[in-house]
Each structure stands twice: as structure tokens, then as C-alpha cells.
């Protein structure tokens, strides 16, 4: 099975602007920067505000801001490794190189 679909978080902090690090069940530790997100649509519009953005929780393995706003712990995992935000297309490209090639990553 895919990892990406099955990863999930055990802690995420919100460490500075719109980065956060995040800690995944296997324990593997990454950071990325969220503030690209803030651009992809009206969602995303409260995680603008700093005071928010660090609201972040964790709720059965993936990131929960305050209104139920959440991302999806595989496509955040894959962030991580990359060391960056990426869309849609670009994260789906790097979950279908990665899957199941964990010693490749990070």
C-alpha cells in the first residue's frame, strides 16, 4: 500500500511565519513553509493570520486549524520531504516516484 495514503502525524508546531515541523508516526521529523498554500483559494484564507496559523493541532493524524480546516497528512509528509510546498500536480508526480521508497527520501 501507498505510505502516502496511510501516513499520519503525531505532533506538528508552528515554528516562525508559515512553517511548520512536523512529526510522523514512523518519527520522521520535517519542516516545510506553508505560505504558498495561502494562494490556492479562498480556504486557505484564515491561515493568513499568524495568530491562526499557530492554532494548529493535530486530530487523528492530521493537521486541524479552528473551523475544522485540515490538509492531508500524505500530500504534508511529501512536503516535508521535498522541502517545499508543491500543487497538486507536482505533489501527486512526487507521491507516485516516492511510494514505497522510503530509503530514497528525505
Known amino acids: 500500500m501507498n505510505r502516502y495514503f496511510t501516513d499520519r502525524i503525531t505532533a506538528i508546531e508552528a515554528i516562525g511565519g ?4 512536523v512529526t510522523f508516526r514512523d518519527g520522521f521529523v520535517g519542516e516545510v513553509d506553508l505560505a504558498p498554500l495561502l494562494d ?4 486557505f484564507e484564515p491561515l493568513r493570520d499568524v495568530a491562526f496559523f499557530k ?3 493535530v486530530d487523528h493524524g ?7 480546516l485540515d490538509l492531508s497528512p500524505g500530500s504534508l ?8 510546498f508543491m500543487d497538486y500536480d507536482e505533489t501527486h508526480e ?4 516516492h511510494a514505497g521508497k522510503p530509503e ?3
Open 18 to 21: 508559515h512553517r511548520v515541523r
Open 62 to 68: 492530521a493537521p486541524l486549524w479552528p473551523g475544522d
Open 104 to 106: 530514497e527520501v528525505a
Open 40 to 43: 490556492c483559494g479562498p480556504i
Open 55 to 57: 492554532q494548529v493541532t
Open 77 to 84: 509528509r511529501a512536503w516535508c520531504e521535498a522541502g517545499k
Open 94 to 97: 512526487w507521491i507516485e516516484i
